[in-house]
């Protein structure tokens, strides 16, 4: 294996019954009823990026709410993505490398990314908040759910990250993180996730110059206190997931959570956008490499002594961490991981892309189609529900004396087992056992803060 660089209750707030249900006998204007039902879907929700979300939206008939399958598709596809990405082969056909694990390499992290954001936007209500207990509550969530999930990634930092780069801590940095952009509207979300994926990583190229070099180990408990401030640079700017410049992610997850995403023109202008961003990004860094970007880079790692073949293996499967600080045309490279602006910007789009495409596969309204669309959509939304449970499981699989296959016959396996076991588990169970843990943390921790 390769490094990555990898239920719905519809209960109203008071938890009493169906999001906007009234008391028997209480008449209500349909327009409040509706109103209503906007207000308890949302308030109902407790959606996160690795644990289980709930993804509803208030249907046209007051008082009821849907699930959004393809958002739970969607994060079924970045699992699976992961999976590859630590299962099979990433490199070149010479090396034995795989077009599935090459094409998820980087992008399948990004995914989760951007899908923490729309999960954080349907947790907040999806509407930007406003200083009070409501938004300390949320606050206060969003903190307790980074201490488990950090606690977890931590925990599992025996794991060797030459086979997975574990994402955990550096996700928990990231909710952190989200929380100042609650306060901002849509239109904001977005022109400040374009303006982070540009920026972020030059300033990033500045201070890395006077950061030490991480160790790229997976981090673990005892750097807690060994090397405080050397694990939250590596956790930030220099490790393989840095959560400043990752924040993009988020910021363009929350404006896409509070889009109407049972809309099809909705789900259509994702796909669309998407592709036209990730497209456009990579013929813009290749142009870019051409006109003397790539020259200048190979350059400067001769005269450091830097061996040749090194660096063309990170210009094209992307570098171990960040790019090197040596030259500004590193900021043209849009190879894997690389955190500059075409490689934040076109996994931005590639994650657009593919919540679009599962957003639309959910809404197919021909039968044949339809029934095909959830074959195929069902078990990804089965184990997109629970992936906090499948994504630990896996990491701790592929790094135990169990995993004896050849790449392609484990990863088969290990997807067969995410999707049968998704299914079986929520058609019985319900929400994943971390999944359970971690939300029923996260509630505690809102309802001591925000009094309700």
Do not use: C
Not at 19 to 27: K, L
Not at 151 to 169: C, E, N, Q, R, S
Not at 201 to 221: D, K, Y
Not at 306 to 314: G, H, K, S
Request: hydrophobic content about 50%; cysteine-free; proline content about 7%.
């Amino acid at each position: 294996g390769q490094h990555t660089g990898g239920q719905h209750d519809g209960n109203g707030p008071d938890g009493s019954g169906p999001a906007g249900t009234r008391p028997h006998g209480v008449r209500t204007d349909p327009t409040q009823a509706a109103e209503s039902a906007v207000r308890g879907a949302s308030a109902g929700v407790a959606a996160e990026a690795m644990d289980a979300p709930t993804y509803v939206l208030p249907s046209e008939r007051a008082g009821s709410a849907r699930r959004l399958r393809g958002v739970d598709a969607a994060r079924g596809v970045a699992l699976l993505g992961m999976m590859a990405v630590h299962a099979l082969v990433v490199g070149t056909p010479a090396e034995g490398g795989s077009w599935l694990a090459n094409t998820a390499q980087g992008r399948a992290a990004a995914l989760f990314g951007l899908l923490a954001g729309v999960g954080i936007a349907f947790m907040t209500g999806r509407r930007p908040l406003t200083a009070g207990r409501p938004a300390a509550g949320h606050a206060a969530s969003l903190t307790v759910r980074a201490l488990a999930i950090g606690a977890l990634g931590l925990a599992l930092g025996y794991t060797d990250a030459a086979v997975t780069a574990v994402i955990l801590p550096y996700y928990a940095v990231l909710f952190v993180l989200a929380i100042p952009l609650l306060f901002l509207g849509t239109r904001t979300l977005l022109v400040t996730g374009a303006g982070l994926a540009v920026a972020l990583p030059v300033l990033s190229h500045l201070v890395r110059t006077f950061l030490p070099e991480p160790p790229l180990a997976n981090p673990s408990f005892p750097g807690l206190f060994t090397d405080p401030l050397g694990l939250l640079s590596e956790l930030t700017l220099t490790g393989y997931y840095p959560a400043l410049p990752w924040t993009a992610y988020v910021a363009i997850g929350l404006a896409v959570g509070r889009m109407r995403l049972d809309s099809v023109r909705v789900a259509g202008a994702l796909l669309g956008v998407g592709v036209v961003t990730a497209v456009g990004t990579g013929i813009a860094s290749d142009l870019l490499l051409e006109a003397g970007g790539r020259a200048a880079i190979l350059a400067d790692a001769s005269a450091r002594g830097t061996d040749p073949a090194v660096v063309q293996q990170w210009l094209t499967l992307g570098p171990d961490g960040t790019t090197p600080p040596t030259t500004w045309w590193w900021l043209a490279v849009d190879a894997p991981h690389a955190t500059t602006p075409p490689d934040l910007l076109q996994t931005i789009g590639s994650s657009l892309a593919v919540l679009g495409l599962m957003l639309l596969l959910s809404q197919v309204t021909q039968p044949v189609l339809r029934h095909l669309s959830i074959v195929v959509s069902e078990p990804l939304a089965a184990a997109g529900s629970m992936t906090l449970t499948f994504y630990t499981a896996h990491v701790v699989f592929v790094n135990s004396p169990l995993d004896t296959y050849t790449p392609t016959t484990g990863y088969v396996l290990q997807v067969v087992a995410v999707l049968l076991l998704g299914l079986a588990w929520r058609a019985t169970a319900g929400r994943g056992p971390l999944e359970a843990a971690v939300t029923g943390l996260t509630r505690r921790a809102k309802s001591a803060v925000s009094g309700r």
